[in-house]
């Protein structure tokens, strides 16, 4: 190239910093150059972002210390999210990041729990929070990293994060403009375009025109590149997650038990978010305006925490992802793609796994309409999937106690979230529908069970085993995750020895 390849990100934010510093590290300054367009008019919220495990692959591309990464952005460490009252009022259960059990005979883990579960009775079966390694540490408030010896349970450790969104940001800002990234501070008036459709160029207030040969929209819900310059359209999927507004609060915190999990708590009409930091709980009531109205929401949920005096922050949003995701020369990242709301902590997920697949499909000059089609193909693939996770723990609620509820529990689904009850019910099967689905069988099963679907039979191979033997599998693994979590520290412990904030 005779000239730098210049990418033009608009948006700053999680998204647009994420990008940044992504492509800052893997793209040469001799052949590239970044530039990236913050706007106060975009705007963003400072609340507490909850991850999943994937982050941590993120940050590891990015060759992040995770000491510094956790004091800096006042982060925890997260094992899984627990569930309260999402069946019945008074249920609990947990998503856990690791697995259950070992496979045997190649047959997943859940299969013998559930023959053991209906051959001892609830009442007598061992507690499925004491088979599973993270789930246990998660309730007794312990946490370290994998440990070097792979032969034990705790060198398997599967986490993620709690931290500062905008702290995160700041970070992400900091190491991107060391690695060259230009930040501008400024508000877009207009895109200029081709006449081919394509962008041309950004007019800024205050800085001018800013030509480019690539563009990536972080502007979050705004989307004024993929959805107002090119007009893309937005597939609306409430009718199946109704929940389209938060109110924001910090709660009590108590910086000497800092849970290593978030809590998901429904409430009569939708369900509050608990995210410990290292210097407070970000606490967010999420609800449904088609049920409700922000002003008695906000006082609804000022009554429940306590918290009468801090400002609240107001969230709006539409769960369903853009038709094009990259169109043109232009490639949305993060809320201008799409969004499902909070419940599973998917949101910078969908962010990164954008960034990756950008720069494994990394524009360039030429046509570029093949790969803008295979991005746009697996990025509806991926939200899709995940759309029908999350609508599931809606769907499989028994709770009456509000009109809310009571659509959730019996809305028509799509055909594709179905077809996985159908088959769970039938013999306890789960299957991924493509290696780019995000959630796996343990996630899956952690929902199933959690929530009250009951098989009819379990796989003939977990059948086949004599009872006592399959007794003296789960008794062991019981006892060996009870021994290892033993040994840990607890979590506010770990973090005042590695990676307290100042």
């Known amino acids: 190239m005779s000239q730098p390849y210049h990418i033009v990100i608009l948006g700053g934010g999680s998204a647009g910093w994420m990008t940044a510093a992504a492509l800052s590290k893997v793209l040469d300054r001799q052949h590239y150059k970044i530039t990236l367009i913050e706007s106060t008019a975009i705007g963003t919220v400072s609340v507490g972002e909850a991850t999943i495990p994937g982050i941590r692959e993120f940050n590891q ?3 992040i210390d995770e000491n510094e990464f956790i004091r800096e952005t006042h982060g925890s460490f997260k094992l899984g999210i627990a569930f309260e009252n999402w069946q019945n009022i ?3 259960y947990m998503h856990p990041f690791g697995t259950y059990g070992v496979t045997l005979n190649g047959v997943p883990f859940h299969h013998y729990y559930l ?7 609830s009442d007598n079966a061992i507690p499925l ?7 246990s540490a998660a309730l007794a408030h312990k946490f370290t990293r994998p440990i070097a010896d792979k032969r034990s349970p705790l060198g398997h450790i599967k986490y993620a994060y709690h931290f500062d969104a905008a702290a995160y940001a700041r970070y992400l800002k900091n190491y991107a403009t060391q690695r060259g990234v230009v930040a501008l501070e400024d508000r877009m008036l207009e895109a200029k375009r081709h006449a081919n459709g394509y962008v041309a160029s950004l007019l800024l207030e205050k800085q001018g025109e800013v030509t480019g040969d690539f563009f990536i929209d972080c502007s979050g819900f705004k989307a004024l590149l993929i959805g107002e310059t090119l007009g893309v359209s937005y597939h609306d999927w409430r009718k199946w997650m109704p929940c389209d507004s938060a109110v924001a609060l910090p709660g ?18 939708g369900w509050r978010w608990k995210i410990p930091l290292q210097h407070r709980t970000g606490e967010g009531w999420v609800y449904s305006s088609r049920f409700t109205d922000s002003d008695k929401a906000e006082r609804e949920f000022r009554e429940t925490i306590g918290n009468f005096d801090s400002k609240a922050n107001h969230l709006r949003w539409i769960n369903g992802r853009r038709d094009e995701a990259w169109k043109h020369n232009v490639c949305s990242i993060g809320l201008s793609a799409g969004f499902i709301e909070p419940l599973e902590s998917t949101g910078l997920q969908l962010t990164q796994s954008g960034i990756m697949r950008l720069i494994s499909l990394l524009p360039g000059k030429g046509d ?7 991005f746009n193909r697996y990025t509806a693939e991926e939200i899709t999937n995940i759309r029908d996770f999350v609508m599931c723990h809606y769907k499989l609620t028994n709770r009456d106690d509000s009109e809310f509820w009571r659509y959730c529990r019996d809305m028509e689904i799509p055909d594709s979230l179905q077809e996985r009850l159908d088959l769970y019910r039938e013999n ?3 299957f991924r529908n493509s290696n780019n689905e995000l959630f796996n069988e343990i996630s899956w099963f952690s929902m199933f069970h959690g929530q009250g679907l009951t098989p009819e039979q379990v796989h003939p191979i977990a059948q086949q085993m004599p009872a006592a033997t399959m007794q003296q599998h789960l008794t062991t693994i019981q006892r060996v995750f009870k021994q290892s979590v033993a040994q840990l520290p607890s979590h506010a412990d770990f973090i005042r020895k590695h990676c307290q904030a100042s």
């Open 90 to 92: 008074g249920d609990e």
């Open 115 to 121: 023959r053991h579960e209906r051959e001892q009775g």
């Open 252 to 269: 009590q915190h108590d910086a000497d038990n800092i849970l290593p999990y978030t809590r998901s708590i429904a409430h009569h009409e």
């Open 129 to 135: 929070p004491e088979l599973n390694l993270e789930w």
């Open 428 to 430: 306890a099967s789960i």
């Open 61 to 63: 591309l990015l060759q």
């Open 368 to 374: 570029m309409t093949e790969r803008a089609k295979a």
